[in-house]
């Protein structure tokens, strides 16, 4: 099974881009975030011409994620448990050939001191709480996502420049390894120990020409999924192209269920 997640940065201004890179990759899962769109003016259309179920999960101008898969996915969740008034689009999950999988956009946080900074903290928890349950379920899932986490200095290109930075406190960083503390594998990780692998480039100052970049989109996954993990890598082609997205994608590849003895 091969899995991506993209945060696109509005499904709709970058639609041709979006729908080239999946023809070219074809994923049986694609993950999106930051739609930022409501759920009815999501284009699904141009997906399902592509082959995919689509499930989007959207709001006007902000947030929203979205649950692509070639095979039909079931037992839509499409809220992070814990916090009944959240109406903020940044969750969904679903099972797709028998493995769990969520499209996750967690709060940027910043700037710190305020609210926002403490619903991250808040959501985290939260995140760590539904990842406690779904393990207690042994079974094989997959959180990917946009984390908005920086989860070590060599994961941005100057951590000086971050330490104030919502991205990169230790608050965050260590509900972060809670996560990994749990049990969960961080995919990428788990391969590679490379500098410079970054997944976003700022708009400004030519962060990209330059490669002052972050790596922020993870996947995590269960024990059952880190079991049939083949390869994780980041398509660093997309944040190349004209009207680009500030994130690129990162693929996931796991093997089938039947190959593991």
């Known amino acids: 099974m091969k899995i991506a997640t993209w945060n696109v ?19 049986d899962v694609a993950l999106l975030q930051e739609i930022k769109c409501e759920t ?22 902000y947030n929203g994620v979205a649950f692509l898969s070639k095979a039909p996915h079931e037992d839509v969740l499409a809220r992070l448990p814990g916090e009944p008034e959240d109406e903020q689009a940044r ?17 940027n946080g910043n700037p710190l001191g305020t609210e926002k900074f403490a619903y991250k903290l808040r959501w985290m928890d939260r995140l760590h709480a539904h990842a406690r349950s779904l393990l207690a379920q042994e079974i094989p ?49 788990a391969l590679h120990d490379d500098d410079h692998a970054y997944t976003f480039w700022d708009y400004q100052a030519g962060c990209w020409p330059r490669d002052l970049g ?16 083949v390869e994780c890598r980041i398509d660093r082609r997309p944040r190349g192209a004209e009207k680009a997205s500030d994130h690129t ?13």
């Open 40 to 61: 009815a003016a999501f284009p699904r259309a141009a997906f399902e011409e592509l082959g995919y179920h689509v499930t989007p999960v959207g709001q006007k101008s």
């Open 214 to 229: 972050l790596r922020i989109d993870h996947f995590l996954l269960s024990p059952q999924a880190a079991d049939r993990l």
């Open 91 to 107: 969750y969904v999950e679903a099972t797709v050939a028998g493995v769990r999988v969520a499209s996750l956009y967690l709060p």
């Open 249 to 261: 994608p990162v693929l996931l590849e796991l093997r089938d269920g039947s190959d593991i003895s």
């Open 141 to 189: 899932f997959v959180l990917g996502g946009d984390y908005n986490i920086i989860p070590e200095p060599r994961d941005v290109f100057d951590p000086v420049a971050f330490a104030g930075d919502a991205l990169f406190q230790p608050e965050s960083r260590a509900k972060f390894r809670a996560l990994l503390n749990l049990g969960l594998t961080e995919a990428y990780r």
């Open 9 to 27: 940065n509005s499904a709709k201004a970058r639609l041709p881009l979006i729908t080239d890179w999946l023809r070219a990759e074809s994923p």
